[in-house]
């Protein structure tokens, strides 16, 4: 374990860009599981009898929007602290060892760590907008709504800013997204995997030096990364001396 910190250290030191990866192992090192996990899928169908992927949806939202707030307050809208990962993230950025973390999390961790160049693939909890007049609404105001959210303005229902399942992602954003990935020496994949649903079209355009995985659970892919380190990556980042 000795020799691969070392060799991790070395190469962040050596690299003129890196690009951090974070996929959902970052929030199950904190002990929460995505929807889609086993953990949950079962508990989900057996407390609302419907599956996380027909309620997560926007058919739900448009056409039982009560219901499906419920389910959003309930089960997606938790106070999720940024983590120890998400700290050591602001530190290696603040040294100037990591120029972007791309994450599919939407709960902005590396963000109020301190993280400042950022992209949320999937949205932010963070982020709630009227569709007619664009007003935003925090947090805070989706919490502490009846039922739906409305819009103060326009009395319409208050559109949640993420991506919920089914949807095309924003275009920007994956091509963003991309031209970080090509401009990366190293490319860190921090819970999570080379084959991930998420992850994978992105992975493709790395042409850079060092691939690293640091992940709990190991996968076929993995002997092509240049590094694999078999752990939560909170346990491995706060070891680098940042």
């Given amino acids: 374990m000795e020799k691969k910190l070392d060799f991790l250290k070395r190469i962040l030191k050596e690299s003129n860009y890196t690009v951090a990866l974070c996929g959902s192992g970052m929030l199950m090192e904190n002990d929460y599981y995505p929807l889609q996990s086993q953990e949950r899928a079962y508990e989900i169908e057996s407390k609302y009898g419907a599956g996380a992927e027909e309620m997560f949806t926007s058919a739900y939202y448009n056409t039982r929007p009560e219901q499906f707030f ?57 982020d709630n907008k009227c569709p007619r007049c664009g007003k935003s609404y925090d947090l805070d105001y989706i919490m502490k709504s009846r039922k739906v959210p409305l819009c103060e303005k326009c009395k319409i229902t208050i559109r949640p800013g993420v991506l919920l399942y ?7 954003i994956v091509e963003t997204s991309t031209r970080e990935v090509e401009k990366a020496d190293v490319l860190l994949l921090l819970g999570t995997s080379m084959n991930s649903y998420v992850f994978q079209t992105y992975v493709r355009y790395f042409t850079g030096k060092y691939l690293v995985i640091i992940h709990k659970n190991q996968n076929i892919t993995d002997e092509k990364a240049d590094l694999v380190i078999y752990d939560h990556p909170k346990n491995v980042l706060t070891q680098l001396g940042y």
Avoid at 70 to 95: C, D, I, W
Avoid at 166 to 172: I, Q
Wanted: aromatic content about 8%; charged content about 20%; glycine content about 10%.
């Fill in 70 to 126: 419920q389910f959003y307050r309930t089960e997606v809208l938790r106070n999720l602290g940024p983590g120890e990962s998400a700290y050591a993230l602001a530190r290696m950025e603040k040294a100037g060892d990591i120029q972007c973390v791309i994450t599919a999390n939407v709960y902005e961790m590396a963000q109020r760590a301190g993280c400042s160049h950022v992209i949320n693939l999937h949205g932010s909890i963070y």
């Fill in 166 to 172: 089914g949807e095309m992602m924003d275009s920007r």
